[in-house]
């Protein structure tokens, strides 16, 4: 048996993901895409934006194992109906997520690009700083969760918003039109952790914006079609916003000459709020791989026909 290795740009990777298979006693031929194997020996695949279409060839796989926390890459891939998937999540990826987000708000904050202008230039730029307590968290998955409690530890007045109410200590849970209208009117930050769905497409648009009172600054880390780019720098202009903080884009990477890049109240980073560790995503599929074939759910299972 084997185990297919599906990942758009995984090619940098292929030679840890091999060691750690083997290190972590998993001694099956890992295949990659183009490679001469019989597809009918393939039990497990990692996919990231899976490139194959011909699933009905490989009649022997029990596990399709995300490597991220998303699926939605992996909706349009045609796996056959019955076929068990798993998306990753785990400790490392809600830490690296909340390091993102906490750092980042920041950022903002002590407003860090002016202070490194005036530092390369030698000045003492002292001021203000852009302070802001009142923070809705769009989604509360489990990074959701974990962004949501790192958040009031640090003193914030967090509100979060999904789709069935949540219990999670000192978080206002908010669900619904009604919940939404209230979490949008009071924050300062909008921080979108929501999957990609038909539902939540280009949700975060200058309709959503214009029911915020208080100009707040918007960051995604979710997915970049959850925002309508084209909407940010007008509602910049008229102040529906006071910025934007930009992890994911529709689509990767941002086109160069998006307008995006230049404006001084968008930052930008390369989709890298919380990257997937490579040795913790092995661990999952092999874990996932032993409960399927002993006749179990694997963890963090994915239904795809609701798209997460
Ligand atoms: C990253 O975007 C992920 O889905 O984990």
Request: net charge negative; glycine share 8%.
């Amino acid at each position: 048996m084997a185990i297919l290795v599906d990942m758009t740009g995984s090619e940098s990777r292929l030679d840890a993901i091999k060691t750690d298979f083997k290190r972590l006693g998993v001694n099956d031929p890992v295949w990659v895409v183009g490679d001469d194997f019989d597809p009918a020996t393939i039990r497990l695949v990692l996919a990231w934006k899976p490139q194959t279409r011909d699933w009905a060839a490989f009649p022997n796989v029990h596990l399709v194992q995300s490597w991220g926390a998303g699926v939605d890459h992996l909706l349009d891939a045609g796996f056959p109906a019955d076929w068990t998937v798993a998306r990753f999540m785990g400790q490392s990826l809600k830490d690296r997520m909340v390091r993102y987000v906490c750092a980042q708000l920041s950022n903002w904050q002590l407003d860090m690009p002016r202070l490194y202008a005036a530092q390369s230039e030698q000045r003492w730029d002292w001021h203000d700083g852009r302070w802001g307590d009142n923070v809705l968290v769009l989604g509360l998955g489990e990074l959701g969760q974990s962004v949501a409690e790192a958040l009031v530890q640090q003193g914030y007045q967090v509100s979060g918003w999904s789709q069935s109410p949540k219990t999670i200590e000192s978080v206002v849970s908010l669900t619904g039109k009604q919940g939404l209208r209230a979490g949008l009117a009071k924050a300062d930050y909008l921080i979108n952790l929501l999957p990609l769905t038909s539902e939540t497409r280009g949700l975060l648009d200058s309709q959503l914006w214009a029911r915020c009172e208080r100009k707040p600054v918007i960051m995604n880390v979710g997915r970049g079609a959850s925002l309508a780019e084209d909407d940010l720098i007008p509602a910049l202009d008229v102040g529906l916003i006071g910025g934007a903080i930009l992890d994911v884009f529709d689509p990767e990477p941002l086109a160069d000459d998006s307008p995006l890049w230049r404006h001084p109240d968008i930052w930008i980073t390369p989709h890298i709020a919380s990257i997937s560790d490579p040795s913790d995503v092995i661990r999952l599929a092999i874990e996932n791989q032993q409960r399927v074939e002993a006749g179990q759910q694997p963890r963090y299972p994915v239904d795809l026909s609701r798209e997460y």
